[in-house]
């Protein structure tokens, strides 16, 4: 059945705020990032460059002593992860900023450390490496995640849904390359495990839909709106081998 389009994101979002995550992403992961970025101060300055609900930025608020402004452009998002931080008694530590990741509300060359799990692509990706240059401070470190292809013949319904949200997906290498040419040195870079998929995210939000099943029996676009949601950890089940999101650290000369 067709569902109208505004049904279908109330819906996707009914399902998408209440995850801990809205990406592919793990402490361990953001842990193992943090590792490569080289010369933090003890105490860095972070921004999370659309931070979602907050997930990894909950997990650098564990994993650095630093302060930490989190930016994204859906307000509920924020809201929640506002509330998050308040719950943890982390207010001083980490802002929560509604704001365009294309054009920040950010100061300069301010940053540390610029994060970004999953969201760059949004707004293509040498377009936010010269943005995220721009925030950090020379000697300063960027760490983000990106959908790649690991094959170059998926099946055409695994293609046809990554086009949709990200057509420009490209490889691992490629991204590294973008990311030299626009100034970076490469400090490192790897691929999420599968479990990076499952535990904070997917996980999470195969019970979520099984949940609001239960609370929209007899609502049938609702329903159809959650089969289509559904579909994107189906697809992952049984097509991870034709993609990855691959973590790249790298560093701004000083
Ligand atoms: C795939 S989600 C990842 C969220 C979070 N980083 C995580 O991994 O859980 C992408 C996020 O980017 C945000 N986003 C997309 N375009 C944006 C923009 N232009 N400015 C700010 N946030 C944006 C979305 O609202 C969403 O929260």
Known sequence: MSVPEARFWEVFFEVYEALPRQGPGNRA????ALSLC???????????????TGGQTLHLAGLTDGRIVGLDRHLPSVARLRAAVA?????????ALAGDLARPALPPERFDLVWSEGALYNI?????????????????????TDAVWRRDDPP????????????????????AA????????????FTLPDEAWWDEFYGPMER??????????????ALSALDRLAEEPAMHRLHSDCYAYEFFIARRPA
Do not use: H, T, W
């Open 38 to 52: 080289r010369g933090l101060p003890p105490s860095p300055a972070v921004v999370d460059l659309g931070c979602g």
């Open 29 to 32: 992961c953001a842990a193992r």
């Open 156 to 175: 055409p319904g695994v293609k046809a849904a990554f086009e949709q949200d990200y057509p420009s997906m490209g490889r691992a290498e490629g991204v």
């Open 124 to 144: 293509g990706i040498g377009n936010a490496l010269r943005l995220c240059r721009g925030l950090m401070k020379p000697g300063g470190c960027l760490a983000f």
């Open 178 to 189: 973008a990311v030299e040419e626009e100034g970076f040195e490469l400090l490192g870079r």
């Open 87 to 95: 719950g943890r008694g982390l207010s001083a530590r980490v802002l």
């Open 208 to 221: 979520r839909i099984a949940g609001l099943r239960g609370r929209y029996a007899g609502d049938a676009e």
